[in-house]
């Protein structure tokens, strides 16, 4: 079945496609002229079509298309195509050596969620409470996406422009994420989060990524998720790290910065004061961890 | 839309709406009664079911996903798996009271010991963490569990 009619049968008459190829899901898209719903995994969207609150013509699934799913390591960047599920990237070695990733992969929701989640629902949803979002913004990620008239590729830190806000176009797909590829010799990554439940969304979260050089922080990025519409970077502990000694001491002090980038509010998970002290403690574990994958001393 | 698929292993065939979920489509056209309905939200798993042997919350799935595909329930457990000697274990080890979890704790407890047959008590509560129980406080879940993976365990 690649395309069909609906028939009303209790759910909605829109109609559903499942296209084989990137052209023909956006020619869908395109076509609909908005009305259409893109559907990967359907973790975060069937909740939403539970409660009435989708209204769409049609609904695209992405998921039979060969060429969004998988990861690919090349020489200098990785890929990860959009209908990877959280489950076959924490499968995948990359989750060993982008070990962030796999952290994330392996505290988001639980086993049936992570089966059938992708890492293209959660980037286009652009929930910043999502695990897998402070890693691909520590590892400096980018989102590439297309539409009929082509591609392009925008740095994850400006698709992701509010809570539940991304710069996707009505028409466009998410086709994947590339990074840099670290130097696996010097550089670790890490991510730390809290969540009040086991299987709960993350109160709040932390991802690292440091290179080091001889005993010294060559680069870091820090990115943390749930305390602000977006996930969003700690500048001040990056800028206070970088260039000094990897030393517990000094990741300690550095990451009693991190309230200075955040901007967390008061909810049933917590209040602002309490995720404020809460994200520098994981930016500190997730520093110390990726300094100790990196080879470093703490 | 017409979606067809295999159900405990007998063909189905269903005419639905693209979007309900595959948990309505499995109980009120296909009978599949041991599919239960809790949160109707992903956040129970008293509807998981295994698709093409994964262990999947059925209310998160698109009707319009299982054509040409596999549903697994309770119901086609056969004598003599790992399913059945799950079951039997959960009887075994009084892992329930009214039951209604039950059905979702065997199939996620089976994809989990298909992955790790000899998973560790920590390991397995992880993986049954999609699963909730208002009955037994999980202790008794996870003997009866634990008891498979150490039996699988000292058989390899
Ligand atoms: C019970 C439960 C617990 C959860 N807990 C966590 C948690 O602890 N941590 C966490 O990070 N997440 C959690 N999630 C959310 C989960 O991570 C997301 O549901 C998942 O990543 C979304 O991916 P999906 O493939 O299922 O997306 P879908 O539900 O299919 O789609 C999500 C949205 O993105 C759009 N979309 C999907 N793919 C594309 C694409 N390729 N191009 C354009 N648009 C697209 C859809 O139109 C829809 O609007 C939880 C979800 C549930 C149900
Ligand atoms: S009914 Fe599906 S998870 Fe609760
Ligand atoms: S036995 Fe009653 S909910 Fe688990």
């Given at each position: 079945m690649t395309d069909g009619r609906a028939d009303a049968?209790?759910?909605?008459e829109a109609d559903y496609y499942r296209p084989e190829t990137v052209a023909a899901a956006c020619r869908r898209l395109h076509e609909a002229d908005g009305r259409a719903r893109v559907v990967a995994?359907?973790?975060?969207?069937m909740p939403l079509v539970r409660q009435g609150l989708v209204d769409a013509d049609a609904f695209v699934d992405?998921?039979?298309?060969?060429?969004?799913s998988g990861v690919a390591v090349a020489d200098d960047r990785t890929s990860i195509g959009a209908t990877t599920t959280y489950a076959e990237l924490a499968r995948h070695d990359l989750s060993d050596r982008a070990a962030a990733l796999g952290d994330a992969c392996s505290v988001v929701a639980d086993r049936q969620v992570r089966a059938l989640g992708t890492v293209g629902g959660a980037v286009a949803h652009?929930?910043?409470?999502?695990?897998l979002l402070a890693p691909l913004c520590a590892l400096a990620a980018s989102v590439e996406l297309a539409d009929p008239d082509g591609r392009r590729r925008v740095p994850l830190g400006e698709f992701l422009v509010g809570h539940l806000r991304?710069?996707?176009?009505?028409?466009?797909?998410?086709?994947g994420v590339t990074f840099d590829r670290l130097d696996p010799e010097r550089a670790g990554t890490a991510y730390e989060r809290h969540a009040?439940?086991?299987?709960?969304?993350?109160t709040a979260g932390a991802a690292a990524v440091v290179t080091l050089a001889d005993g010294a922080v060559e680069r870091v990025r820090v990115a943390c998720s749930a305390v602000a519409d977006t996930p969003v970077r700690a500048h001040a502990v990056e800028n206070d790290l970088v260039?000094?000694?990897?030393t517990d001491a000094a990741v300690a002090t550095a990451s009693?910065?991190?309230?200075?980038d955040i901007d967390p509010i008061d909810d049933e998970a917590g209040s602002a004061a309490y995720k404020r002290r809460l994200a520098a403690t994981l930016v500190e574990r997730s520093l110390l961890s990726a300094v100790r994958r990196a080879g470093g001393s703490p | 839309m017409r979606v067809s698929f295999d159900l405990d292993g007998e063909e189905r065939t269903v005419e639905t709406a693209?979007?309900?979920?595959l948990r309505e489509l499995l109980r009120?056209?296909?009978?599949?009664?041991?599919?239960k309905a809790g949160?109707?939200?992903?956040?129970?798993?008293?509807?998981t079911v295994l698709l093409d042997g994964e262990a999947v919350k059925a209310c998160l799935?698109?009707?319009?996903?299982?054509?040409g595909r596999s549903v697994t329930t309770v119901?086609?457990?056969?004598?003599?798996t790992l399913g059945r000697e799950v079951q039997d274990a959960f009887e075994d080890h009084s892992?329930?009271?009214?039951?209604?979890c039950t059905p979702g704790f065997v199939l996620s407890a089976l994809a989990s010991l298909d992955d790790?047959?000899?998973?560790?008590r920590e390991t397995l509560r992880s993986a049954l963490s999609g699963n909730v129980c208002r009955?037994?406080?999980y202790e008794k879940i996870l003997d009866a569990v634990e008891a498979v993976a150490e039996r699988r365990g000292e058989a390899e």
């Open positions: 049968t209790g759910g909605t995994g359907g973790q975060t969207l992405v998921s039979a298309i060969p060429e969004l652009g929930d910043p409470t999502f695990d991304t710069d996707r176009r009505e028409n466009e797909l998410v086709t009040a439940v086991e299987s709960g969304r993350a260039g000094g000694p990897a009693e910065r991190a309230p200075e | 693209p979007d309900r979920s009120e056209d296909c009978d599949a009664l041991s599919v949160c109707d939200g992903g956040r129970c798993g008293a509807c799935v698109m009707a319009a996903k299982v054509d119901e086609g457990v056969a004598d003599g892992a329930l009271q009214c039951g209604y790790h047959p000899d998973a560790d009955c037994t406080g």
